[in-house]
């Protein structure tokens, strides 16, 4: 299993960002996929959800409204849309998938908002 996230980088509030996740080694049409993210000196976060064929989507509720998650299961490519970001969106995101009990993460990738 292989992940890569791309897409993230300097972005002033405001602003918006498209994060993408290239999957490979697994079926991934057959997964639901998530995306986290971890500040500077806290924790993992959960961000987001979306299940395999992409009918049913969750957010946490600090991006409710304002982050969207999608998929592109001919291109096994997972996609987080996020607008309106803040600086307490500033983090390394990530993305996840649950195969065979085993969490799978990527590398991540950095998103920072500032002016």
């Known amino acids: 299993v292989q992940l890569v996230e791309s897409g993230g980088g300097l972005v002033q509030p405001g602003g918006s960002l498209r994060l993408s996740c290239a999957a490979s080694g697994f079926t991934f049409s057959s997964y639901a996929m998530r995306w986290y993210r971890q500040a500077p000196g806290k924790g993992r976060e959960w961000v987001a959800l979306?299940?395999?064929?992409?009918?049913?989507?969750n957010y946490a509720d600090s991006v409710k409204g304002r982050f969207t998650i999608s998929r592109d299961n001919a291109k096994n490519t997972v996609y987080l849309q996020m607008n309106s970001l803040q600086p307490e969106d500033t983090a390394v995101y990530f993305c996840?998938?649950?195969?065979?009990?085993?969490?799978?993460w990527g590398q991540g990738t950095q998103v920072t908002v500032s002016s």
């Open positions: 979306i299940t395999s064929a992409g009918g049913s989507t």
């Open positions: 996840s998938a649950r195969v065979a009990s085993h969490d799978y």
